[in-house]
């Protein structure tokens, strides 16, 4: 997974008509938070639509902290289900009725979290015009800069909030090219972007990972070498539904967040019938009327990837580099990190990225190659890279991995995550086991 941060101000002038959650079906716990849903849409012209979940922190005053966009990967795959619902949401459906269970690592401890079904056709995210379903990565950042800008003309209290961009897995691609976006958008009401997290992919990988596909299996999952098969038999319908598995294509960059809590081997972490459940739960008409979604009545069902969706491979072989180097050189910095049991984007590579990256822009080790914690525990590794700036030393590039994460970091090492999660809005580093 991919972490990409950005602070940034925007200034706009318009009244609020967002839709308000008043409880999610099969909600068991009260919470003090507020919750809101619904549909913000890119393009009138076409009647194209993005769906959001959009969750305010746990605290008293949530404008007192910032606000975190987030985008899963794929191409095209939902934010809703990964993000929300299976990472690092408030809730998960605990059992097929679809009782819902409290996440006590849930980011909203720390930030306003808005989660984002990009692009159209992924989810409940769609439009009027059959031509809007063929997409690439240039329409994407476009069309996600005009929701944001939307966005907060229907949050207008949120104007002065500093603004997260975080991404997954593909996300690699959307944030770094959203960010050049917002990097270049004309208001000179917005203040500087603070970024964190990205990863890349390359060909020469993509032909490492045929060979690595074809050896280890289509009983074992390369996103997760550690995760057991789903044994039951409610998930059968969800199964039918799912994605088939694509080989040859690394979609992109890997970082995230994810906690394995208190034990130094994660072992068999992770609810291999979670994703049937959310599957089953998101299909629920009851579920959809209470997140507003599904307004227009889509001729097909919500599922976790693809949709109606095709996405132009050629953008598959982009090379961001240049892109994330240019944002490192305007102030911005950066976070990479890898679970370690993730077999699709390997730590090696994106260690190699963060090295090539450093050593081309002249950045200094603040760190050596070393353990952090979490929980008096090791987590996993980093390094961090910087310069001066002003007479102080400034980190640009932090490179992590955790220990016992597979490549959906949140889904397997919730503790882990939520640490790395809550260093990254800070801007603090991640702490070694002598601290």
């Known amino acids: 997974m991919a972490f990409l941060v950005f602070a940034l101000t925007f200034f706009f002038h318009s009244k609020c008509s967002a839709e308000v959650i008043t409880a999610l079906p099969g909600q068991t716990t009260n919470v003090s938070f507020k919750q809101y849903s619904g549909y913000i849409i890119t393009d009138p012209r076409h009647g194209r639509a993005l769906f959001y979940y959009f969750v305010e922190t746990e605290t008293a005053d949530p404008l007192s902290r910032p606000l975190t966009f987030l985008l ?26 679809g009782t819902l269970v409290k996440n006590e690592y849930s980011w909203n401890l720390e930030s306003n979290m808005l989660y984002v079904e990009s692009p159209i056709g992924v989810g409940f995210s769609y439009s009027n015009r059959s031509s809007d379903y063929l997409w690439n990565d240039t ?9 944001i800008i939307n966005w907060l003309e229907e949050f207008p209290n949120y104007k002065d909030s500093q603004l997260f961009l975080t991404g997954e897995s593909y996300a690699g691609h959307y944030i770094p090219q959203l960010a050049a976006l917002l ?3 004309k208001n000179p009401n917005i203040k500087p972007i603070k970024l964190k997290a990205i990863a890349h992919m390359s060909q020469g990988c993509n032909d490492v990972f045929n060979r690595v596909s074809e ?4 009983d074992v999952a390369t996103d997760d070498l550690l995760l057991p098969q789903c044994l039951s038999s409610s998930t059968s319908a969800a199964e039918q539904f799912k994605p088939k598995r694509k080989h040859g294509k690394i979609y992109a960059a890997h970082a995230a967040v994810y906690t394995d809590v208190q034990v130094p081997r994660r072992g068999t972490s992770g609810d291999p019938c979670l994703t049937g459940r959310i599957f089953t739960y998101l299909n629920r008409p009851d579920v959809q009327k209470a997140i507003h ?24 072989d982009k090379d961001l580099m240049p892109l994330v180097s240019d944002l490192i050189k305007a102030g911005i910095p950066i976070m990479l990190y890898s679970g370690d049991q993730d077999s699709k984007i390997p730590l090696t590579q994106t260690r ?74 800070s801007g603090a580093t991640l702490p070694r086991p002598n601290q």
């Open 293 to 316: 979604a599904n307004t227009t009545h889509l001729p097909f069902h919500w599922d976790f990837c693809k949709g109606r969706l095709i996405y132009q491979e050629d953008n598959l």
């Open 352 to 425: 190699i990225i963060a090295n090539n990256l450093a050593k081309d822009l002249s950045l200094v080790p603040f760190t050596k190659y070393g353990t952090w914690c979490d929980k008096q525990q090791v987590a996993g590794w980093s390094q961090s890279f910087g310069g001066l700036e002003d007479g102080k030393n400034v980190t640009y590039l932090t490179y992590a991995t955790v220990r016992g994460a597979a490549h959906e970091v949140p889904f397997t090492s919730t503790s882990q995550a939520f640490a790395l999660f809550r260093s990254f809005l």
């Open 72 to 97: 899963n990967g794929g191409p095209g795959c939902s934010s809703l289900s990964f993000g929300a619902f299976m990472e690092h949401g408030p809730f998960q459906p605990g059992d097929i009725n």
């Open 215 to 218: 050896e280890i299996s289509q």
């Open 183 to 185: 990097v270049d958008y």
């Open 139 to 147: 329409q994407t950042a476009e069309d996600n800069l005009r929701f």
